[in-house]
Each structure stands twice: as C-alpha cells, then as structure tokens.
C-alpha cells in the first residue's frame, strides 16, 4: 500500500473542500472496495476523506418515496422495514451480494462506487485501459468468463459487479450528489457509464463530487419485486447475471413491469427494450421470452462468457414466471 | 536428465526390483507388522474414543504462536517483488526509490545477495524438499512469471510492502513455453518416486478392441492452487552461522537438511520449529521465501519476518498440475474388464520432479485381463507444481470413477455392482496379498446408510420444481504409506508422566491429541500423565507430515521407543520386582506401571520402578522398523463415496445436497478428530468437483485470479450436512492398526459429484470444474 493521509469529514461541505484542498484525494465509505484496492496498488489516492461518518439517516416520504443517505450500510438498508415490505427486489439483492461481515461496514454511496472484478484490471503487470488508459486490454482474449455481453467496447470489456446497483436501476432510483458547484440529481440509470473508448471513468461523478443519498421514488408496484442472482457458487461471489424484476398486471396482461440485469455490462443494465416489449402483453414464457431475446438481440461472447447470453434470457423468463405466478 | 543418471537410476531400479522381491517372498513374520501391533487387541480403553483436540483452547484463544508471530528482537520485515515476465533476462533493476524510503534496512536482488547452492528438490535424497532445484536470486535469468525479483526487509511490514510496489524491473524477455497444447508436441514417459510409471500387462489395446462393451474417454482437470487458511510465513535469525528458523512446516527435519545445503552448513546447524501450522497439504514445504528471507537476514544482520500475501502464495509456492487423462475399459457382457487403460499428459518444469501420478489409484482398484497405464510430462516455464493433498489419487479417481460410472450406464448395471464384479483378489498389477482391503463392505453400509436403492437407474428423471435430482457414487482409495526415518525419544520421570517427542507435525489434523491418546494407552497412563512434543527438528525422527505416512510413522517410532523403554524399566526393576525374568514382550502398561501380560497381578507402578531405583527419570530413545510391510504387503485406504446433486434446469447451477463417505481406514484412532480430516477432505473435494481453478494466462504464464475472493473454494451454503462412517476394521499389519487418513477424503470426491450431476441431468461432463455453463 501506499502511504496517504487520512481526515475524517464532519459534514458534506467539510468533505467537499477537504478532497479539494489536497489533489488526487478519495472518498473513503466502508473500504471494502477501495482498500483492497489500495492494498493492491491498484489505487493510491494520496489522500482519504472518510465520509461513512455523514448522512447515515432512511428517511420516507410524504409520498412514499425514499431517501437513502450514502452512509447508510449495506446491512441496515437491507434490513430495513421499509424497504423490505415496499422494495423487496433491493433488500433480496443487497443480501445476495459479498458476507455479512462486509455489508455490515460497506456503504451505499460506496457501494455505487464499485470497481470492476476484472483480473486484468487487478493486476498491474496486465495490460488495462481502465487502470492505464492507451495500454490496450488483455481480457478481451484472456479470461474473461465474468465479462460484460452488453455495451462492451474494443478498449474495454469489463463488468459492474454490484448487486445493489441492479435493483436501484430498475427502481428508478435518484442519486443526489454534491460538489464545489453545488448538488446536483442524477439518474441510477445515467451515473455509471459504457466503457467506449474512456473505461478509465466508471461513471458521470465529476471530480470533488460526493454522492450524498440515493432517491427511491413511490412505486407501489414493486412490492411485488425480487432478484435472482445467478453464480459459480452459493455464496460470496460475484453475479454471472443476475435479474432485478417487478411486475404488475391487471386483468392478465402486464400493467407495468421492470427488468435490470447485472454481471453483463459495464453497467447495471437496465432492461429497456424488453419492458417495452411486454407492457400490454400477457406474461407468457413465450412472450417474455421474445422480449428477454429483443433485449439481447445481436449480442456476441467472447471467449469464455458466450453463455452468459442464453443465461440472461433464462434467468429473466424465470425471474419474470416467478412473479407473474405469484400474482395469479 | 543425464546419460550418467540414466544408468545410475537404472542401476538403482534393478538393485530395488531384487530387493522388492525379497520383500514380497519373505514370510510375515519377518516384516514389521506381521505380528499385528498389541494395542489392536485392546478393547475399552482411549483409542476410538471421542477426545477434543488439546490444541483447541489455545487455538481458539489465539494463544497458540504461529511462524509469523514469534517475537524477536531487532526484527525486520520482509516484502517481495515478483516478476510479470515468464522467461528471460532482468534487463534494468531498479531499487533506489525503495532503498530510499523511511524505514527501509536493505533491497536485496541478485546482484547483492549472498551465494547460494541450487536447493535440493524433492524425491532427489531423503530429506530434500526444495519445491524446484533452481538456485534463489543468483543470477538475472526468469524462469517463471511470478518469480521473486528483489526482498525488502524494512522496520515495519508496511513500509516493505510500500518499498517493494517502487521497485522498478524491466527485462529482455525470451520466448517461453507456456501453452500446454503447444507443449504435447514434446512429451516424455514420466517417472514417480524413482519408479517409472508405465505398466503394462498383456495387450491392452487389443483386449479393448476386442471387448464386447467398452468405453474409452478423455478426463481433463485444470491447475489448483494451495490456499491454506495460513499463509506461508517464517521468522528466522542467524546465532553466527546457525540459522534458527520458526517456519509454517509439515516437515521440519527436512527444511532443515534441505536450507543446511542452500547455505552450504551442517545441517546440525539449522534448528527448524514448528509448533502449529493453519494447514499444509503438500504446500508447506521449502519454497523460495524462507530462502530469500534467511540469506537476507545474513546480509542485514538481524532476524527477519517473512509471511507471504495470499497473491504472493499463488506466484510463488507451487500448486497441483493441470492433468488430460485417458480412460478406456474393455468389459464382458457380465461387467469383468478386459482391458483398463489409464494414461495422459499433465505439465511440469524443467526445473522440479513432480509428473502428477494420475494412474496411482488404477494400478489397484479393479481387476483386468489387461492393463496399460502411463503418464507422460510436458515441460512448461512455469512455477514449479507440487503436491497437493492426495497427489495423483485426487484427480485420477476422477477419471477412472467417472468411466466406470460411464461403463455401468452402458451396461445397465447398478455402478456399485458393476464394481464389486471387478473386485480383485490381491493386488492386480503386483500380485502381492492386501492386507485389509473391505470396500465391498464400506459400499453396502454407505449404500444403506445413504438410500442408494432410492436412486433412479435412469437418468433425468427425478425433478422437483426447477431442480433435476441425482445421485452416485465412486470409490476413494488412498496408499498406506511410511516413510523411513521414524524415531522417537520416550522419556518417564518418577513422577509416572511420559514424555514423547519426535520431529512430527500438527497442521490442524488431531496429531498431538491422538497421539498423546495412543502413547497414554500404550503405557496405561491417563492422558494428562503423557506429553507429546513434536515440531522441532532437534527432535528424533526425519518424519513427513505428508502421503498421510505420519500417523504411521510416529506409530512405529513410539512402539520401538516403548520396547526400549520396557527393556530399561524391566532392567531397573530387577530382581526384587514381581515383573523379574520378564521380556519386554510379555508385560504392557497397565494403570500407571507394568503387568504381566497374561497375570495383572504381577505389575510394579512406574513410579515405585523409578524410585526403588533411585532413578528421577528414564529416557530412551529409538527408531522405527524399516517400512518393509509397504512391499510385502498392498496396504491402501479406501472409501465409498456417495453425492445427490441438484441440478438447476434454468441456469445449470449445481448445489450438493447431501454427501456421505464410507470409509475402510483401518482403526479410527480418535472418531472426533478422524470426522474432521474426512469431512475436510470431502469438502476439499466438493471445491475440485465445482469451482477450483487457477486462471493460468496461457499468453503470460500469469496466474491470473490470485486471490480467495476469485479462486473459488467452497463456503458454508456449497457444503451439506457430510455424513462420515467407517467400517473400523483395524489393518494387522500396520502399527496401532491404523492408517493415516489426511488425503483420502479428497478422493473420489469430484467423480461421484460427476456422476451424480449425470444420474440428475444425462449430461456427463469430463473436464472439472463442474461450472454451471457446462451444463445449461
């Protein structure tokens, strides 16, 4: 590791402007990521502004909605009522991801914040545009059996490897953040980028900026949500795909419905054309299934990961039949 | 290898074959164990009792002091830099920013470090145990990607790890054979333990050309690494020129003869201790770090602190080897084979002595008209392999019990019956008597126990909800084995309490309990009255903790050192005693004294033997008899292993839903203990079946998922309730009637995961991990 120096912020504007006084300096949630990292030296901030410290409320709204602060863990956000009467899809996905040992430090804006698994990208004697942009990327040929089939890019063909994260993209979820030029909202769905031809940058978080709380809006709908995690082993691994899905229907045919898939992109992947495809249709394993293969039309694997495509089909038609025979 | 050492090897095979004749030929009795050891006969006493391990308090306390924790003064830490090339020349080299850093004692690379003899590699003397023969940072040659470049000793652990991440390496790189199909282009026979491993008897080709039903596949299994749950560490200080070196060990007399070469002493003065070790399985032997950290605690002058980062575990101590296997069986309608074929290729070094034995549990699991069976080795630039708890037998079990798994479906035979049709009488290639062999027997207690006739002939067919069910089953079989070189001191104070100690290892197994358990039957003493000191290479004995010989081997040492010690007490006791004229073969220990065998009413206590002799203690030491039963006799473990898997029909996810081993072990000395190293073992096994598999980049030689997090071993939800039983019949012809059982419960683990996955699904996947695309 890397020597740095550490402060510990008593508020959002205190992180704010210390992370702007010192350059190439990091915010610090539970650091079960980043640390790691750091230990790895993959990452050497100079500097770490603990935040865990800010922002550790769940708050409900007048309308039912609700604000996650960024500190909030892993543990409490998955454990809490609220969220698991009204938005079972996230606690179920917060649960399915790492030990009870790390949600209970590892944080929500830490959470989003999260890096590839990607060998290559742990291993500086890789080749890695992500880590070292310009150097090329040696996954595309390697191992790659935990790489994205979705919005992949000639430099990079790395995945998200959050849980959460699935479940926030499909609830439409509003990340709130502030920096030197104020707050500013955006979208669960826009925060994490495609890698194109700049997989250096995760995500849209310009420099100083603080990922304060996350915004559940009211979707009484996906009371009726859950999450199928899909790995190599029961526990304590990292999704091949995973599927976040809710599903209303009315008079049998889908009033409503949300479909992300993990493990597949750079991205948690917001299933968009497969929700178009099924809102007025009856939720058939054949209509489903044309909507799962409409959204992963004309994907290609590489070497090692080809079978995550008939896989993200399979677990969406499974995932969405476990919710419409719930509600039948 | 040289011509010279061709002949030399040729020399020594024709002297051994005679020998081995003379062995297998001589009666009995003149063997070790042909006169099974007494303590069989013993019925009521502590053996197959449930004891808890005497470690555990101080385990669970953290009391017990591991490599890396004892304390010296004036200690530095040491960190390591790696290479990222696979073969080549160091070209540039530098260490300035790292020498410059607070903190900092020394960099050592090979331009600064001292002289070293290429180390000794296993299998090549009786105590070496070097994992490759490549001299340690002597020179700017890479002969592995991962290959440790420079040590930093620093005051603190973080200021080493800081300073080596600065140090900057670049290289000439050459052109390095890392592909291993590119490599089968150049294979050669290989040999094992001195021995070639090609046999073949009759025409085995033909037989299975000819045979009415055959099968004839190809099993593949991919590199694993060690992941101990401690990591490989030392600390060490050089006393003028002794090295005292506390090390993570399964064999310290052999570290210590091995490093006394490397640094060109005797080995009298390099004092090894191990007193507690968080698991071997082949790894824990001598690699490169206590090498680099000893000559670099010379050149600074203090003692030094090494522990590797489970990164550094994977670049730098070997694991096991990729293997491709070749399984074909030639079969009568009536289930007999005709012809057993077992052969393939598996990876190694240029630079190590390890051909994966694949073919070992072939040569005496079933009966054949024919065999042919072979391994051959293709060199790679590699870290060198190693053992890997049950070398060969873990992953040749898979081969050879998935076939005939496969056979049996052909044959619409029940696959337990098709092996007990094939049972051989003795030994099938050698021809020598078994001496305990009940697998028939620990099959039909494991098929009753389990509920083997629930399961469904046809395969596919039993489903609940999205899960397909299955089940199989496959034999497990591991060697009896003892190595030479048991020898144990036994020493009893007038107090009545005895003292063992021998230069053995506990790793977590039970060791030290089950042997205090034994030494306390054997002298009629309670346990608390018996100590057993181990892991120390001042002690007697040149013992393995390795080929599960060490239960054996301190078995035999510890019943010369109790003849002996028989021999001084009867001496002592004279003619005043109601024991005078006794031989030592017609007392036993009995309630803190000795008894005449066959009248308990002629004893004398210990205590009252000592002090009529005005003696404060007794001490004797001895070594083991020569391991001669291992020829004259084919002495192996065996298990019946039986697996029901549920096999998800959307995603191909495999989940083990209940697991039971068999087992025929001889006599479990401590069911409690013995539980724990079977369920290990199967739990090991239930990784090999699903997920383990280093990521070798066949582009770099990169180890590529160096890490617990990527390199899957199974968590608590991938293991079932493991039901273990045994049959308990005690081997006559082994010491305590006993064999070790470290390895077997690895065994035929992965085949009857396979087999289980087929009776579920149909499918039949031949190459491991079991990974849930190979199924969907």
């Known amino acids: ?328 | 290898m040289s011509i010279v050492e061709n002949a030399t090897q040729l020399a020594q095979g024709a002297l051994q074959a005679v020998m081995k004749k003379a062995v297998e030929l001589a009666p009995d009795s003149w063997i070790p164990g042909g006169v099974p050891d007494p303590l069989i006969a013993h019925k009521h006493g502590l053996v197959g009792t449930q004891v808890s391990r005497l470690d555990g308090p101080l385990k669970v306390t953290g009391a017990a002091r591991f490599a890396a924790e004892f304390p010296l003064e004036d200690l530095v830490y040491a960190a390591l830099a790696y290479s990222t090339i696979p073969k080549g020349r160091i070209a540039t080299l530098d260490v300035a920013a790292a020498e410059a850093l607070p903190g900092v004692v020394l960099v050592m690379t090979y331009k600064t470090a001292p002289r070293l003899n290429p180390t000794p590699v296993m299998m090549t003397a009786p105590k070496a145990v070097g994992g490759d023969r490549l001299p340690v940072m002597q020179d700017d040659r890479i002969h592995w990607n991962g290959e440790p470049v420079a040590v930093v000793l620093a005051q603190t652990q973080e200021q080493a790890d800081h300073a080596a991440s600065l140090i900057a390496v670049t290289y000439d790189t050459e052109i390095a054979m890392t592909r291993f199909e590119d490599a089968k282009a150049d294979r050669k026979n290989a040999s094992f333990m001195g021995a070639p491993m090609l046999l073949e008897i009759g025409d085995a080709e033909t037989a299975l050309a000819a045979a009415p039903h055959s099968v004839d596949r190809t099993y593949r299994t991919p590199r694993h690494n060690h992941n101990p749950i401690e990591l490989h560490g030392a600390t060490l200080v050089w006393q003028g020129d002794d090295l005292i070196l506390h090390d993570a060990s399964q064999c310290v007399a052999h570290v210590a003869w091995t490093l006394a070469q490397v640094f060109g002493i005797d080995e009298a003065q390099v004092h090894v201790t191990s007193p507690y070790v968080g698991g071997g399985f082949g790894s824990k032997t001598l690699w490169n770090h206590q090498i680099l950290a000893a000559a670099a605690a010379k050149l600074a002058g203090r003692p030094v602190r090494i522990m590797l980062s489970r990164e550094g575990v994977y670049r730098m101590v070997g694991g096991r080897t990729l293997t491709e296997q070749r399984v074909a069986i030639g079969a009568q309608a009536d289930g007999h084979f005709d012809a057993l074929i077992h052969t393939g290729v598996v990876a190694m070094t240029s630079h190590n002595n390890m051909p994966e034995p694949f073919i070992l549990p072939t040569r005496s699991a079933y009966a054949a008209g024919s065999f042919l069976l072979n391994v051959e080795a293709v060199e790679l630039d590699m870290l060198a392999n190693t053992f890997m708890r049950a070398p060969g037998e873990s992953v040749g079990t898979f081969a050879l019990e998935s076939a005939v798994d496969e056979l049996a479906a052909q044959l619409g035979v029940d696959p337990i019956a098709l092996r007990e049709t094939n049972e051989p009488e003795t030994n099938p290639t050698t021809g020598t008597p078994f001496s305990s062999r009940n697998i028939v027997a620990a099959y039909r207690s494991g098929a009753e126990r389990f509920g083997w006739d629930k399961r469904s002939a046809t395969p596919g067919t039993r489903r609940e909800g999205e899960w397909l069910v299955g089940m199989g089953c496959a034999t497990a079989t591991y060697p009896y084995y003892r190595m030479p070189g048991g020898a144990a001191r036994l020493t009893l104070t007038k107090d009545g309490h005895a003292t063992v100690e021998i230069a053995a290892h506990e790793m977590g197994m039970g060791t030290a309990t089950t042997h205090t358990m034994v030494l306390a039957e054997r002298l009629g003493l309670p346990m608390d009255k018996v100590t057993f000191l181990y892991g120390d290479s001042k002690m007697p004995g040149t013992v393995m903790a390795g080929g599960s010989q060490q239960t054996a081997s301190i078995g035999a040492a510890v019943i010369a050192a109790q003849t002996a010690l028989f021999t001084e007490l009867l001496k002592l006791a004279g003619n005043d005693s109601p024991l005078a004229g006794l031989k030592p073969s017609e007392v036993g220990g009995y309630e803190g004294g000795l008894c005449k065998l066959d009248d308990p009413s002629a004893c004398e206590s210990y205590v009252s033997i000592l002090s009529r002799a005005q003696r404060d203690a007794v001490s004797v030491e001895a070594a083991g008899s020569a391991p001669l039963e291992t020829q004259h006799w084919s002495m192996h473990s065996y298990g019946a292993m039986f697996a029901e898997v549920r096999v998800n029909t959307v995603t191909g996810e495999v989940r083990v839903s209940r697991f039971l081993g068999s087992f025929d072990c001889g006599k479990i000395l401590n069911p409690k203990t013995a539980t724990s190293q079977f369920r290990g073992g199967i739990i090991m096994g239930l990784g090999m079946a699903l997920m383990e598999e280093t990521q070798f980049d066949e582009r770099t030689g990169r180890v590529m998922n160096p890490s617990l997090a990527e390199y899957h071993v199974p968590v608590h939800m991938d293991v079932p309730e493991i039901e273990v039983i045994w049959t308990d019949i005690a081997d006559p012809h082994a010491p305590m009637g006993a064999h070790g059982i470290g390895e077997i419960g690895i065994t035929g683990v992965a085949a009857a995961v396979a087999n289980a996955v087929f009776n579920a699904t149909g499918k039949r996947v031949r190459d491991l991990p079991i990974t849930l695309d190979k199924l969907m």
């Open chain 1, 1 to 328: 590791m890397t020597p740095f120096s550490y402060a510990r912020a008593e508020d959002v504007a205190g992180a704010i402007a210390l992370v702007g006084a010192t350059p190439d300096t990091k915010y610090l949630g539970g650091g079960t990521n980043l640390v790691d990292l750091m230990r790895e030296t993959i990452e050497r901030p100079a500097a770490l502004v603990d935040v865990t410290g800010l922002s550790r409320e769940i708050t409900v709204g007048a309308d039912g909605g609700v604000v996650i602060g960024a500190g909030v863990t892993n543990t409490a956000l998955a454990a809490d009522r609220t969220i698991r009467a009204h938005y079972p899809m996230l606690s179920r996905a917060i649960l399915a991801g790492a030990s009870a040992q790390i949600r209970n430090v590892a944080t929500v804006g830490g959470n989003l914040l999260q890096r590839t698994r990607c060998g290559y990208f742990y291993d500086d004697a890789a080749r890695c545009n992500k880590r070292a942009p310009g150097a090329g990327c040696d996954a595309i040929d390697g191992f790659n059996r935990i790489h994205a089939i979705l919005g992949a890019s000639p430099s990079c063909v790395a995945t998200h490897p959050s849980d959460m994260c699935v479940a926030l993209a499909a609830l439409d979820a509003q990340v709130r953040v502030a920096g030197p030029g104020g707050e500013r909202t955006i979208a669960l769905v826009d925060l994490h980028r495609l890698p194109g031809s700049t997989p250096e940058r995760d995500t849209e978080l310009q420099p100083g900026e603080l990922i304060v709380s996350v915004a559940l809006p009211a979707l009484p709908f996906a009371a009726h949500s859950t999450y199928r995690k899909v790995r190599d082993r029961a526990s304590y691994a990292f999704a091949l795909v995973s599927v976040a899905a809710a599903l209303e229907t009315e008079n049998g045919t889908i009033k409503e419905v949300r479909i992300a898939l993990g493990g597949v992109a750079h991205k948690p992947w917001r299933a968009f054309k497969a929700e178009a495809a099924l809102r007025g249709q009856v939720p058939s394993e054949a209509n489903v299934r044309a909507a799962a293969e409409l959204e992963l039309a004309d994907v290609a694997g590489l070497r090692d990961n080809g079978f995550k495509i008939e896989l993200a089909k399979r677990a969406i038609v499974a995932t969405l039949a476990e919710l419409s025979g719930e509600q039948a």
